[in-house]
């Protein structure tokens, strides 16, 4: 398989910011989320799309691609636990994908700051997790 | 290890006694002034820098164990499973610098850090000294995940480090604090 380049690389990390986005907005409309906890997770995903969105602006993206809410988001909008489950399964894939994309990334000076975003999802998983209120805080 | 050491001031709150100052001791103790492994990796290949990922490492380990002491509950629970997963990380990294030709260096004995750790006198005072030292584990793999010079060193790095911040987080939420602190965890694009 072909090597992803830069671009491609934070096009599929803004995808998978937007799809989180679109989660917490929808849970917050739909108060399956506490307002506290749903808030401060929307606000860091925006302020994650937002520095992707000037990364990408810096590597030479001109055409944004458009983004789609996830098609699985309505049957999971129903309580608070299937929303919280459904999060942490995509902060998780979020993390894996960072952690990937930080590591084979071009551009030495976008890794740092990759791995800090990365590094926040992972917060938002055990948040999640607390939310959730079984097993461990750590996966 | 570019770990920064914030000097001590003439007057410091007790939440720096216990996590900044304390925690820049146990870096400046763990491996800074470390011989890089022995044996024969080239130069430039990154044992080194792993020397000092698992220098850090073990002195973390040791330091749990410590925190263990004065917590109770789910605050201990939680640090016995973050301490199980320092130990998963001591054993990749020790692997790694062995892949690559060069000699894992041992942890110094648990005398020795406890020399190095301030006092803990309850889980409050263990849980400040915690979040403190994966803060610094969190900018260590960072800063590594630009210096290594292999895909597969940095994916490495970059999956520890995911777990130190997952860490990060659940000392700040047994302390009572949002799990994340702002949407960058260190620096920002």
Partial sequence: ?139 | MKASLRPMGSSITRREALGGAAAALVLASCGGGDAPPGGGPKPGSGAALLGSLLALEHAVVAAYASCEEVLRGDALRTARAIAEQERAHVARLQGLIRDLGGDPPAGRSAEEYARTFPRLRDGDDALRFAEDLEQRQVRAYLEALTELPDLDLRTAAAQIGADEGAHLGAVRVLQGLPAAQGPFVTGAL
Avoid: K, W
């Fill in chain 1, 1 to 139: 398989m072909a090597e992803r380049s830069d671009l491609e690389l934070l096009e599929d990390l803004l995808a998978l910011e937007h799809r989180l986005l679109s989660a917490y907005e929808a849970a917050l409309r739909r108060a399956v989320i506490g307002p506290e906890l749903g808030g401060a997770l929307r606000d860091q995903e925006r302020e994650h799309v937002r520095a992707l969105e000037q990364a990408l602006a810096g590597a030479g993206r001109r055409n944004p691609r458009a983004s789609v809410p996830p098609p699985e988001l309505g049957a999971v909008l129903r309580d608070r636990d299937a929303f919280a489950r459904f999060a942490l399964d995509l902060e998780d894939e979020a993390v894996a994908a960072y952690a990937q994309t930080a590591a084979a990334i071009r551009n030495p000076r976008l890794r740092q700051p990759l791995g800090s975003i990365m590094a926040c999802e992972a917060a938002h998983g055990v948040a999640l997790r607390n939310a959730l209120g079984t097993g461990s805080l750590v996966d």
